[in-house]
């Protein structure tokens, strides 16, 4: 991320548990596990699954690791802005 300019040191992981009773829009899993895992978030209008390959789970050199969070950052960039930001309001009433 930092090669984007993205300072992410401050962030951390949370549970779900803390945002289950949260109204979303959207609620959007990335990985094949997290789709089947997910709970239900009976607040959320929409639910959509972005099977994208978990970089964490790469083998390899140290190289070959980068480049799988590398992908996965970019495939969620691209993701986001082809379907998230161009959204319109209306399509939520």
Known sequence: MRELGIDIRTHES?????????????????????????????????RWHWSIDDPSKMEG??????????????ELRSRIEAELLGLNCESYL
């Open 61 to 74: 050199s140290k190289a070959e690791r980068l480049e799988a969070f590398r992908r996965a950052r970019d």
């Open 14 to 46: 949370k549970t779900l548990d803390r945002y289950i009773h949260e109204r979303f829009d959207i609620v959007i899993t990335v990985c094949d596990d997290a789709n089947e895992a997910c709970p239900v978030f009976p607040n959320a209008q929409r």
